[in-house]
């Protein structure tokens, strides 16, 4: 009874135990039967008395009313940790509570303290399909490395690696608090960027890629790749696909995949920010630069050209003529209307005139898949 029990306050204001719910139940059933959903628990009974061995076997109601009264009595500690918290403290407390058989890693933790519209699409992206292949999944991670690898990325995005600040825990829960209840709107566009760059890294690098390449030597000259996925290699790949869009990469695959191979094997200074105290600023900030300065060499400076036609560019097309390019049945309303680029603007395709027919929503999303 010594031992607190620890709250944790809810975006909706009610309280939720997070240390000492095994302790409050074994209370509860010592009272007496408890109902717990749909099961019911015995009540439960003092055992492996040191002192007044004559209770042992004797439940709360079979206790004289001198004992009862002292157990009613008797003060319970209870530490509460109010939504307004500081997110910091919130972490170090879980982390301090967290002492059981198998330890929660930064990332399960998270899960618990961060919950939100944020942590929910977080979840989902770490469930897309391509990219726990490429992770060398063929489900999710029960420990939730690969949730942490999205999380990784969406921080990089949001704040870029100029605004890195370690140590790489804190950094990863500032981005969690920064974005808990982010809108629907928001999330569509995370989803779709992420999306791009797990397409895009499995275009370019296949299924050898956020490996690291070990090259032979004199008594082996035959290279290998890496099982395991390396972080630091994971973050500048997929930032440096967000600053493009696929209509810039795919023509120039090999290229990119010969020059991160050679990087791997031929640049200490890259090498020696992937393997060595990785998080530290100096060492996010110089992998970072190398990569995206190989990167624009080969591609050019990223270059936001307008993906969207015009909804006025819509409306002239429509009232012109309102028939779908694909199936050409008219289109009743200019709202189920869309401009499409004839020639895939991923491939190269231009966001002009004519490069552009009017088309159903529903014929357009059928085309691509």
């Known amino acids: 009874m010594s031992q607190c029990i620890y709250l944790s306050e809810t975006e909706d204001g009610k309280w939720e135990v997070i240390d000492g719910q095994q302790r409050l139940v074994s209370l509860f059933r010592f009272y007496g039967p408890l109902s717990v959903k749909e099961l019911v628990l015995d009540k ?44 910091d403290i919130k972490f170090d407390v879980f982390e301090r ?12 933790l998270r899960n618990v303290i961060y919950r939100g519209p944020y942590n929910d699409l977080i979840n989902e992206l770490a469930e897309n399909h391509d990219f726990l292949s490429l992770l060398g999944f063929s489900q999710p991670d029960k420990r939730m490395q ?5 999380l990784r990325f ?11 600040r370690p140590p790489m825990k804190q950094f990863l829960n500032r981005e969690m608090e920064d974005y808990r209840n982010l809108s629907e709107d928001e999330a569509k566009k995370l989803r779709m960027i992420f999306e791009k760059c797990v397409d895009l890294a499995k275009t370019v690098f296949g299924q050898y890629v956020f490996r690291r390449f070990i090259p032979g030597n004199e008594k082996d000259p035959n290279g290998r790749w890496e099982e395991a996925v390396n972080r630091a290699l994971f973050d500048v790949i997929m930032y440096g696909f967000s600053r493009y ?15 991160l191979i050679w990087l791997v094997t031929h640049n200490d200074e890259f090498v020696d920010t992937m393997l060595y105290h990785t998080d530290k600023k100096e060492k996010v900030e110089k992998r970072f630069k190398i990569w ?21 560019f819509k409306r002239q097309l429509w009232e012109a003529n ?4 694909i199936c050409e049945q008219k289109i009743q309303l200019l709202d189920d209307a869309e401009v499409d680029h004839i020639d895939f603007y991923w491939r190269g395709g231009q966001t002009i005139p004519s490069n552009a027919r009017l088309v159903h929503r529903y014929c357009n999303r059928a085309r691509r898949k």
Do not use: W
């Open 44 to 87: 439960l009974k003092l055992q492996n008395l040191t002192v007044f061995e004559e209770l042992k076997g004797k439940s709360y109601t079979e206790l004289p009313e001198g004992l009862q009264s002292a157990f009613d009595d008797y003060p319970l500690r209870v530490i509460l940790i109010r939504k307004e918290s500081d997110s």
């Open 97 to 108: 509570l967290n002492t059981g058989a198998v330890n929660l890693n930064a990332q399960e």
């Open 146 to 150: 690969d949730k942490e690898l999205v």
């Open 154 to 164: 969406l921080a990089f995005y949001h704040k870029t690696y100029l605004n890195y």
């Open 245 to 259: 869009e696929k209509r810039d990469i795919v023509p120039r695959s090999d290229m990119i995949r010969e020059e």
């Open 292 to 312: 995206l300065d190989s990167l624009e060499q080969i591609v050019g400076a990223p270059v936001k050209e307008p993906r969207m036609f015009s909804a006025h």
């Open 322 to 325: 309102p028939t779908c390019a």
